[in-house]
């Protein structure tokens, strides 16, 4: 009996509070890619031929967890199979969330494009827990005025 | 070249569904398909294990060499409650292919049980609690009875299909494979609550034809029924839905039913223990 609330008091705790985390963090996501969409992120290994650019390996990373409503949901899916859709929101936030935060990187590096853009996912729990860390990574041009003027920064900021 | 991002739709990516809607339906399913799969397994396991024939029982048992007691086999309790058996195992009858051997454990463990090969095993924690002999021959006879319908060998087949099955269904599910092994148990136990009662029917006739009434049978139940209201966690409802046995009091409910139905006195003088009883069960 005490077993069995303790399970309802869980999956009740994982639903409310997993639905306002999901709610919150696709909000804060849209708002943000809004912001960053004048930053192209191409797929393309190929940078434009025209102008002259330095390049620069920049990720963003993110871990995001699973709550328990989601875990218990895809467990019973995993006797029927088919569409796992309480992870697909959580893989959703994860890409998007890891393109975002490389996207922040460029913009500090005042890069005009990210190109070879790859994501990459792995599971980073075990057992009954669910957490999934998402990279993503890719080759920041920058125009080569830009590119001086940061490395004249940096410099400043070394001799001061 | 020009290269931009367009925004993609919102949402693409994650199939609508209500959350909540798809849970409970997937619940739902997973126990329905659970319960329907125990009770084919319990059904045909237990059927095809009752058709092993006795003797490999026996021999399963002796095979795998369980020690059900320590005492010696010519204690004065092991060969009373022997006599005992024997003398109920002929009213029961216990058919002509089995046998019953009574075993003893001297711990303060409440119970006693049949398990294959046709072992009974008594606790001294049970007999201690005995007020009279007419009590011990209804559990006796209870517990023969299930050797005579091969409930032990069944359970066994039964559960053991049942388990497998589960395991291999729920193997990888986490959360939700522990929540389905419940149900899945308590499934198992609508039969093994059969059983007890089917058992007790029969006992309680062995018991009528061997003292001519059937005063004191449920007296074990009454005090059974005591101890468990005494601490109790879970509602009658629910211990009725998930327990192994039926509850205590409807035990007793039972009893007095079926002798009215069949017209078996309920008075009549009850047969006191032997006076030496307890301390036969002094073994040490």
Known sequence: MTQFVIFIVFLGCGFIFGQMAEKKHYKSIIEREQQTNHLPVIASKFPPESGSYHQQLIAGSVVVASDYFKSFTAGLINIFGGHVTPYESLLDRGRREAILRMKHEAQQINADYVFNIKLETTRIATGRLGAIEVLAYGTALIPHQNASEQQDAQQNALQA | ?284
């Open chain 2, 1 to 284: 070249m020009r290269y931009e991002n367009r925004q993609s739709p919102e949402g693409i990516n994650v199939t609508k569904v209500n959350p909540f809607a798809q849970f409970l339906k997937l619940l739902a399913m997973a126990a329905i398909f659970v319960v329907l799969l125990v009770i084919v397994l319990q059904f045909f396991g237990g059927a095809l294990a009752k058709r092993i024939p006795f003797k490999y029982e026996v021999q399963l048992m002796d095979n795998l060499d369980i020690s059900l007691s320590e005492v010696e086999p010519s204690a004065e309790i092991v060969l009373y409650l022997n006599e005992l058996a024997a003398r109920l195992a002929s009213e029961i009858p216990l058919s002509e292919d089995k046998q019953v051997y009574v075993h003893y454990n001297d711990e303060s463990v409440f119970n006693a049980f049949a398990t294959i090969g046709g072992n009974l095993l008594f606790y001294r924690g049970l007999l201690e609690k005995m007020p009279s002999e007419n009590a011990l021959a209804m559990v006796m006879a209870h517990e023969i009875a299930h050797i005579n319908h091969r409930d032990p060998i069944s359970g066994l087949g039964g559960g053991v299909a049942s388990m497998i099955a589960l395991s291999m269904v729920t193997g990888d599910t986490g959360f939700a494979g522990s929540l389905l092994t419940q149900a899945g148990t308590v499934t198992v136990t609508q039969f093994t609550r059969g059983m007890e009662t089917a058992a007790d029917t029969a006992a309680l006739g062995a018991v009528y034809r061997l003292y001519g009434h059937v005063n004191g049978a449920s007296s074990l139940f009454e005090i059974m029924g005591d101890v468990q209201s005494d601490n109790k966690s879970v509602p009658d409802w629910l211990e009725r839905f998930a327990a192994t046995h039926p509850l205590s009091n409807d035990r007793v409910e039972a009893v007095a039913n079926t002798a009215q139905r069949n017209g078996w006195s309920t008075e009549g003088e009850l047969t006191p223990l032997p006076d030496a009883f307890l301390d036969w069960l002094n073994i040490n």
